[in-house]
């Protein structure tokens, strides 16, 4: 009998707005907690090893009918926090399920603050967005970073049969909305969070995650991998090591970022060296990406003064905030005439921009395993640019670069090490030759097509399979 009233249609409609205002009060204590004094003590008690016990419990209340279980239609929704105008993992995979027929909602704080509702986003048809004021992407400031409210709330004026939930800091939001509405989760990590970095603003630099913040990020990314319809991720590596330490044996489907060919810019570009009034017989090595202190670009700059025939060209965001020290630096080797630099292109003009440098070159430091581990976008773009590439020996990259004979790798800290690489480019215009020939082997052979359309096929398997 208990079980008949828990079911009734009636009493769920009746019960859930009490449910809803819990939640809201929840997410409102947090915050609370966060700014009382003995705030970290306040945490411990409200919470263990898995996140947000308050929240775990309400997410089980027999009234949510769970995740999955009312999943019908077509409908995605995406939760995102980035920058859509360069991300562009999140356009190729909603541009790939809308070519299959979903329709895509992406949800996503405006991060310029006004810019991004004004830029014209346009992914092509079956795509749209529902674009929130840059305040509702203020919980990635305050710990544990998940606790994104605002898009929570907006998430429940649909009814899809998935969200699609974007990095660590949008899954617990989507997890919670798939457990109201009976909607599939899609948790997709583009970075593996709990072994990334944070700024610590009392040494003033980026540190891994520790202690209870990091048990509360690997709980939620446990939680994922338990309870979430599908887990994706970007790479073997990280496909492994959670499957082993936090999934019992449950392994993410790997997407990696290899951009879809031909890619189509929204415009069209001269060779790099023309848009610079270059000499074509110069060397010119591209970084093309993010910019700023986790990015290590710094021996890059210092090994120009021992490759003196090589012109460094950095295009990418933030060049305002952190281009005066790299041009002091430059200046420091002697390289000051050699490094140039850009503003970022759209994503999807990265690859028709890139063409007619001489060779991309990638690095990180080691100051985490996502680092060490990570099998970046810019490498697959460098290629489908037809450019031989440079990369850091961390695994995932050097094995990329060196089963494919694609380039070389080098010791990201060793500045004449960086500059041994680029001089064998340039000595040996064979090989870099033999590179640049087999950058289309290689991804004729990694078939970007193929790699989009796992992400689909995650999608039709779920409609595929029956309700629990």
Known sequence: MLRRLRNSPVVRALLRPVLHAGIDRYFRLRRLIATMPGARLMRRLASGRLPALPMKAAMRWPLGPGVGRRAEGHDVVMLVVSDLRIDPRVEREARALARAGYAITVICPDLGQGELAGAGLDWGPGIRFDILPWTAASFVNETPGFLAHDLYERALDYRPFAYHAHDLNTAFAGLAAARMTGAHLIADFHEWTSENVHWDARQSAYQPFQGQWKQQLQGLEARCLAEASSVITVCDSI??????????????????????????????????????????????????????????????????????????????????????????????????????????????????????????????????????????????????????????????????????????????????????????????????????????????????????????????????????
């Open 239 to 468: 496909a492994d090591a959670m499957a082993s330490e936090l999934g019992h044996g449950r392994r993410p489907v790997v997407v990696r970022n290899i951009p879809m060919l031909p890619s189509a810019g929204s415009q069209s570009y001269p060779p790099l060296k023309r848009q610079l009034g270059l000499a074509d017989d110069s060397f010119v090595l591209l970084w093309q990406g993010g910019t700023g202190p986790t990015r290590l670009i710094e021996p890059i700059i210092e090994a120009l003064a021992l490759a003196p025939r090589c012109t460094f060209v950095i295009r990418g965001p933030s060049l305002d905030q952190f281009g005066p020290g790299y041009q002091a630096l430059a200046g420091s080797v002697g390289a000051a005439e050699r490094l140039i630099l850009l503003p970022p292109v759209r994503s999807r003009d990265v690859v028709a921009a890139a063409y007619g440098a001489d060779a991309g070159i990638w690095t990180l430091p080691s100051l985490c395993r996502n680092f060490t581990y990570a099998l970046p976008n810019k490498i697959f773009e460098y290629m489908a640019s037809r450019l031989p590439v440079l990369v850091a020996a961390h695994p995932e990259a050097r094995q990329m670069v060196e089963r494919h004979g694609v380039g070389l790798a080098f010791d990201p800290y060793d500045p004449a090490d960086i500059a041994a690489a680029i001089n064998r480019l340039i000595d040996d215009p064979a090989l870099a030759a033999r590179f640049r020939e087999a950058t289309g082997t290689a991804l004729a052979e990694l078939d970007p097509e193929r790699e989009w359309e796992k992400v689909v096929a995650v999608y039709d398997g779920l409609r595929e399979a029956r309700p629990q």
